[in-house]
């Protein structure tokens, strides 16, 4: 499969790798070649041709990595965690002496013009054992297992609490207009019982990963996930143009029903979620425990999980604030039904509660 025809956020991110290892490539050429004697006896195009030659040396081993990363390295998952860093680390190993020995190549023949076999091997076997080549190994290698770990990170702490961290925006407490959706699998216990609790977390990954590509879609951002219940959100001006909150939890039930068929015949049923969603000001902090991490605080969370517990009372998927009730209700693209003015769980006022449906 082409890299066109990825999902949203595959094509993103290897977008961005390709730009970041042909910057790291360039850098590496640089910082090699600068005030050095041996370069410059070399006639003037091929000095010229050593920089694009790094740029497609970096974009090459950016597709071999993002191939790895998309279709390789998920089904070495099931390793052992030795033999997976092993087999990882060896492909990585491959990808970039492959890529340097066909750029090599490519260079000797249409640059330096070696079109001889003899002379050509004789060229590369040079390249091979020289300085250069182990220099050019060692860095790639190192890039490679820095962009790696780096992905790691991200993927574990997201690319808010990342930058938060880096640039100190939530040293002190900080105030945001920002809207909540809460997610939740409905009869989880009886599920998690039925089918036991194994295939039952493989069965919240699986959702978990549909849920992603409606994420990425609808541009939301991961509070938390915590057992089959996800919590994101959106900046208020944001949601209240766009009803992002809205389309994302419409757009989940659609891939959970495209993959109806996947899950009923590995797992004898098909899941269910229901959602709340509620806007409002909370308050944003940095914690320091083992690890740096945003909180949020504010009624506005506990409100959304009120919200959420009458999904199953009221029989509906999707329940909502009078505040998003009325953004939706200007939009004419859903429609929206009161369903009560209650009292919720720790509350001294009524809260006005609607369902939404396509």
């Known amino acids: 499969m082409g890299l066109f025809y990825l999902p949203k956020d595959k094509r993103l991110y290897s977008a961005a790798l390709i730009g970041i290892y042909a910057v790291g490539m360039v850098l590496f050429v640089f910082v090699k070649t600068a005030g050095m004697k041996e370069f410059t006896h070399l006639d003037e195009e091929t000095r010229s041709a050593i920089w694009p030659m790094s740029i497609y040396m970096g974009i090459f081993i950016a597709i071999g990595f993002a191939f790895l990363d998309f279709r390789i390295f998920p089904r070495l998952q099931r390793l052992a965690f030795g033999k997976f860093i092993f087999f990882k680390y060896t492909l990585i190993s491959l990808v970039i002496v492959i890529v340097a020995i066909s750029v090599f190549l490519v260079f000797a023949l249409f640059i330096i013009h070696k079109r001889n076999p003899e002379s050509l091997m004789r060229q590369l076997m040079f390249f091979l054992t020289s300085p250069s080549f182990l220099s050019l190994y060692l860095y790639s290698m190192g890039f490679s297992i820095f962009m790696n770990m780096a992905k790691t990170v991200a993927d574990y702490l997201g690319p808010k609490a990342i930058t ?10 900080v105030e945001e207009d920002l809207t909540f959706i809460f997610i939740d699998m409905a009869s989880s216990t009886q599920i998690a019982e039925k089918i036991g609790h194994l295939k039952y977390s493989h069965l919240i990954q699986k959702c978990f990963q549909i849920l992603s590509e409606s994420m990425v879609s609808y541009d939301a951002q991961v509070y938390q996930f915590v057992g089959d219940e996800a919590v994101l959100f959106w900046s208020s001006e944001k949601a209240k143009k766009s009803l992002a909150p809205i389309y994302l939890f419409f757009d989940f039930m659609n891939g959970l029903k495209k993959n109806e068929a ?3 015949e590995e797992f004898g049923m098909m899941p269910s979620f229901r959602a709340s969603i509620h806007t409002g000001t909370v308050t944003a902090t940095e914690i320091h425990t ?5 909180v949020y605080h ?8 009120r919200i959420l517990d009458q999904c199953s009372k009221v029989r509906k998927n999707l329940l909502v604030s009078v505040n998003i009730a009325e953004w939706i209700m200007r939009n004419n693209s859903f429609y929206v039904e009161i369903i009560d003015s209650i009292f919720l769980k720790g509350k001294n006022e009524k809260t006005e509660i609607y369902c939404v449906e396509m």
């Open 164 to 173: 938060g961290a880096l640039f100190g925006k939530y040293h002190r407490p």
């Open 262 to 264: 996947d899950f009923t």
């Open 290 to 294: 083992v690890k740096k991490d945003i």
């Open 298 to 305: 504010g009624d506005i969370l506990n409100t959304c999980a």
